[in-house]
C-alpha cells in the first residue's frame, strides 16, 4: 500500500513539473507568449483531479465527521491566503478566496450553501449583505434629507477581500475502509471565515462563515488554480492537492455528537488550551481505532 501511494505521489509531481510551471517561458520570444501553451502540449495534456475511488457502505467500518480550523496567520498555511495583493503579480497567482470568488461569480461552481449540513442552497445574491457593506456619509444623509440625490461621493463600499480572511473552516469525514484495511479522509466541505463586514476591524467583530462549497463540487475548478511552492516554483501545487492531501495545519473544533455536534468551546470554555487538548484528544481517538485493529 505504501508503494503504492509513493507511486502515485511521483506521478502526480512529474505531471505538475510538465503542466503547472509558466508554459513556453524560457522559449517565448515576447511577453504575451509567456503561458501559452503550443498545439502539441494541448494535446499532451491530460491534467484532471485524481478521481476518488467508490467506496461501498459496506466496505465502511468505522467513521467519525469532523469539523476542522484551518487559521491562516500559520506560515504552514500562507498557500492558502497569499497572495492578497493582485495589482502587482500575474493572473496565474491568486489565493484561495479569489479562486472561489472568481468562480462563483462565473457560474464554474454553481452551488453555495449557508451551512456545512449544505442544508439550504443560496445564490451570489443572498450572502452579498455577508460580503459587502454599503453605508451613507452624514453628509449623505443631509443630503437625502435635502431632497436631493444621494452622491456617490458620500457612499462607502467595503468589500470582504482576501486580505480579510482569517480561516477556513472544512467538514470531512475519517473512515476506515475495510477492504483495504486503510483509516482514509475524505474532505466534504469549505468554508471561508472572516470578521463580521459590519463590524470589521472593531472589537465587536465576531468571525463569520461567508459561505459553504461542497468540495467535490469545486474540484475541477481548485485543481486548475495553482498555489505557490515556495521550495521549487516550477512545480506549483493546485489547492485540489493541498487540501485532499491535508497540506496544512488544523485544529477540530466540533466532531459529530449525541449533543446535536455541539463545538468544543461550548463544552470546554473560556480556556483555549484545554480547547487544543479535546481537539488532540479527538485526533488520536480517530488514529487509534486503526492501531487497534492491528492489535491482537
Same mark, same amino acid.
Given at each position: 500500500?505504501?508503494?503504492? &501511494? ?24 515576447? *511577453? ?46 500562507? *498557500?492558502?491566503?497569499? *497572495? ?41 445574491? #443572498? ?64 468554508? *471561508?471565515?472572516?470578521?463580521?463586514? &459590519? ?44 487540501? &485532499? ?19 468544543? &468551546? ?17 485526533? #488520536? ?12
Amino acid at each position: 500500500m505504501k508503494i503504492k &501511494n509513493f507511486l502515485l505521489t511521483v506521478t502526480a509531481v512529474f505531471t505538475v513539473s510538465g503542466v503547472f510551471a509558466q508554459a513556453n517561458i524560457l522559449n517565448a520570444k515576447s *511577453p504575451d507568449q509567456i503561458g501559452v501553451k503550443t498545439e502539441a502540449q494541448k494535446a499532451a495534456d491530460n491534467d484532471k483531479p485524481l478521481e476518488y475511488g467508490y467506496v461501498d457502505d459496506r466496505d465502511v467500518l468505522f467513521s467519525k465527521m469532523t469539523w476542522e480550523s484551518i487559521v491562516l496567520d500559520e506560515r504552514v498555511n500562507f *498557500p492558502l491566503y497569499y *497572495p492578497i495583493d493582485t495589482n502587482n503579480i500575474g493572473s496565474n497567482r491568486r489565493s484561495l478566496y479569489d479562486v472561489l470568488m472568481k468562480n462563483i461569480q462565473n457560474g464554474n461552481i454553481e452551488n453555495i450553501y449557508d451551512d456545512s449540513y449544505f442544508s439550504a442552497k443560496r445564490t451570489l445574491k #443572498d450572502i452579498e449583505a455577508a460580503l459587502v457593506k454599503v453605508d451613507t456619509t452624514e453628509l449623505g444623509i443631509e443630503q437625502l434629507n435635502a431632497g436631493e440625490q444621494l452622491s456617490a461621493e458620500y457612499i462607502n463600499r467595503r468589500d470582504i477581500t482576501a486580505a480579510d480572511i482569517t480561516e477556513y473552516r472544512i467538514k470531512g469525514l475519517w473512515y476506515f475502509d475495510k477492504r483495504q484495511a486503510e483509516l482514509k479522509y475524505r474532505l466534504l466541505g469549505i468554508a *471561508p471565515v472572516s470578521e463580521d463586514v &459590519n463590524f470589521i476591524g472593531t472589537e465587536d467583530a465576531d468571525l463569520v462563515e461567508l459561505f459553504w462549497v461542497f468540495f467535490p463540487d469545486a474540484r475541477e475548478v481548485l485543481h486548475e488554480a495553482k498555489a505557490f511552492n515556495n521550495e521549487n516554483s516550477s512545480m506549483p501545487y493546485s489547492f485540489d492537492h493541498i487540501l &485532499n492531501s491535508r497540506r496544512f495545519n488544523g485544529y477540530i473544533y466540533k466532531e459529530e455528537n449525541v449533543q446535536g455536534d455541539r463545538k468544543i &468551546n461550548e463544552y470546554v470554555s473560556e480556556n483555549a488550551l484545554m480547547q487544543l487538548l479535546e481537539s488532540d484528544r479527538i485526533k #488520536d481517538k480517530i488514529r487509534d481505532f486503526e492501531l487497534d485493529m492491528w492489535t491482537y
